[in-house]
């Protein structure tokens, strides 16, 4: 079962071979991407956001509760026969260096990361898609950039916390919105790694 850091209860990490392969679905990480940014919703809620059927959304949060990602929530209607779903934390991470030592926690870390990638892909295609409705000084406001840098691992590193520091502090920021005061969710999608040689 997924266990919270425990430093930070809020995060949640994965340490099985088993909890990284339920979370290594699109629409999974799609329906617990929705309950972190929209709070709790019912299956049928969900299935509208997603585009998926009642079924194999219900299938897919059973999946996600058996690792502990989500859990039921209280009911937000007057209606007692809907089941409302939450997310049981505010983010998840996982150890790749620590999981490569046994093949099967290497092989779903692995797995995880590609649907990963394969998620924020398709997300900033919607964004793509959606930017010619949007107005003029939200899509100026936004960045797509890359680089290649030439660095020593003790330099990836440091990058790696300088931007984990930025994102922290950001994410403070963002908790101190609510909806109505003129902010709209953000993505920040940060990636540092070694080139592969051919």
Known sequence: MTEPSSSDPSRAVLRSASDLRAMAHPTRLRLLGALRM???QTGAMLGERVGEAAGTVSYHLR????????TDAEP??????????????????????TLRADPEQAAASAA????VGEVYA???????????????????AGLSTDSVLRLTVEELAELREELMAVS???????????EGDG????ALIAQTYRIPTP
């Open 63 to 70: 999946t996600l509760a058996k690792a502990g990602l989500v």
């Open 183 to 186: 902010s709209e969710p953000a």
């Open 38 to 40: 929209h709070g709790p």
């Open 112 to 115: 995880l990361q590609r649907v």
């Open 122 to 140: 398709q997300r900033w295609a919607e964004y793509v898609d959606a930017a010619g409705e949007m107005p003029d000084e939200w899509v100026a």
């Open 76 to 97: 937000q209607s007057g209606d007692r026969r809907e089941h409302w779903w939450a997310a049981a934390h505010e983010t998840t991470t996982w150890d790749p260096v």
């Open 168 to 178: 922290s502090r950001w994410r403070a920021r963002s908790a101190a919105h609510v």
